[in-house]
């Protein structure tokens, strides 16, 4: 059962990737744009269909995102060399170096929010810091509900 702890620290995680998602504004992507686009970058070449499920977006919401980056010159679509008929979408190096500016911009700004935490609050969300890494790698590898809901593309994501 979620107890009350349990439950203010999804709201806190909440409101805090709200405010991480408007710190990096560089090349001025959609959210789910920027999100393809940093898992190609982190995670290499993917296949249409498997970045739509892995981003949680229909697969013809991911084509339309695709073809928007690579407009772009931020990907690029090739043949698998394993097998012919399967596309690869892969970053390229406009789109390695968006989301590293993207990155540094996040970063900057985190850095001005934190000076104005005392240092005891600075020192706990440093220390926190590779808690909330061990969180995030279980919630990227487990299966939930949601992945197999794509969201639309438009709209504010949860």
């Not at 073809?67 to 596309?87: C, K, M, Q, Y």
């Not at 979408?89 to 935490?117: F, H, K, P």
Request: hydrophobic share 35%; charged share 25%; net charge neutral.
């Amino acid at each position: 059962m979620t107890d009350a702890a349990d439950l203010e620290l999804a709201r806190v995680l909440e409101q805090l990737v709200r405010v991480v998602r408007r710190l990096a504004t560089e090349g001025e992507l959609s959210l789910p744009a920027a999100a393809a686009l940093s898992r190609l970058v982190h995670g290499g070449p993917s296949r249409l269909t498997d970045l739509a499920a892995s981003e949680g977006v229909s697969q013809p919401g991911m084509t339309q995102l695709v073809t928007t980056l690579e407009r772009a010159g931020l990907v690029t679509r090739a043949p698998s060399p394993d097998d012919g008929r399967v596309v690869l979408v892969s970053a390229t190096a406009d789109g390695e170096a968006l989301i590293g500016r993207r990155r540094t911009e996040r970063a900057d700004a985190l850095r001005r929010l934190l000076d104005q935490l005392s240092p005891d609050d600075r020192g706990a969300v440093r220390r926190a810091t590779p808690a909330l890494d061990r969180l995030t790698s279980l919630g990227q590898s487990a299966t939930t509900p949601r992945t197999t809901t794509p969201r639309t593309t438009t709209g504010d994501p949860q």
